[in-house]
């Protein structure tokens, strides 16, 4: 969506390796989520940013997983030791308004993982 | 927590009807549905809300019934355009915490 911009677009990495997923909403939307999508697989919660509220990490698959928000806005999801079931896409959303007042989540392209 | 959708496949011809359901073990405050199309980001159709207010911004209708605690989504006189995996999400006791279903995948062929 055009709320929300993740970068890595792709990021292949070998079995072990620590990386970093990047999302970059536009400025102004306190509530952010990470979900995961498996090839052919739902949408699975991660993690859940509202405020300055503490963040639900209640998706989180293990402890390999963390992620962080910084100054509100931009957040980080590290995988550390990364395993081949922890390639999929990785989808950042944040909660806003359509033109009819719904709360509703933009997605952003999202983040392929393929761990080698 | 995750809610249930089904079916999770349809194929249609072109000018078909299609009903996908959604349903959860727990109380509902929310609603909202998504079409997802091949290699794209999920896109919002439609958020149905406690108490009966409906809101979305397509030719696609949708019923909650609290009760039952699901919900259903109506594509009627469906489009090629329609082909697309769709996910319920819910929210439960009001929270913006959104859970989605494992997806239906629709394909309206020619």
């Known amino acids: 969506g055009a709320g929300v911009s993740q970068s890595p677009s792709n990021k292949v990495t070998e079995k072990g390796k620590d990386v970093e997923l990047r999302c970059d909403p536009i400025?102004?939307?306190?509530?952010l989520y990470w979900y995961r999508q498996s090839l052919g697989q739902g949408l699975e919660f991660l993690i859940y940013?509202?405020?300055?509220?503490?963040?639900?990490k209640s998706g989180l698959p293990s402890d390999r997983f963390s992620a962080e928000r910084t100054g509100g806005s931009v957040s980080t999801l590290t995988i550390q030791r990364t395993q081949q079931e922890d390639s999929a896409v990785y989808l950042c959303?944040?909660?806003?308004?359509?033109?009819?007042?719904?709360?509703?989540?933009?997605f952003g392209a999202g983040s392929r993982l393929t761990v080698l | 927590q995750q809610p249930v959708q089904s079916p999770q496949a349809v194929i249609l011809r072109e000018g078909e009807d299609a009903v996908i359901n959604c349903s959860s073990s727990?109380?509902?405050?929310?609603v909202h549905w998504y079409r997802q199309k091949h290699g794209e980001a999920p896109v919002f159709l439609m958020i149905?809300?406690?108490?009966?207010e409906q809101k979305g911004h397509e030719k696609i209708s949708a019923s909650f019934n609290e009760k039952k605690q699901q919900s259903s989504l109506y594509l009627t006189a469906s489009q090629l355009s329609y082909s697309g995996t769709y996910f319920c999400?819910?929210?439960?006791?009001?929270?913006?915490?959104?859970?989605f279903g494992a997806g239906t995948r629709l394909f309206v062929k020619a």
């Open positions: 959303a944040i909660r806003d308004r359509d033109y009819s007042g719904a709360n509703v989540l933009t």
């Open positions: 400025s102004g939307h306190t509530a």
């Open positions: 940013f509202q405020g300055n509220s503490a963040p639900d």
């Open positions: 727990k109380a509902l405050y929310s």
């Open positions: 149905l809300l406690k108490g009966g």
């Open positions: 999400g819910t929210s439960v006791g009001g929270g913006f915490k959104t859970i």
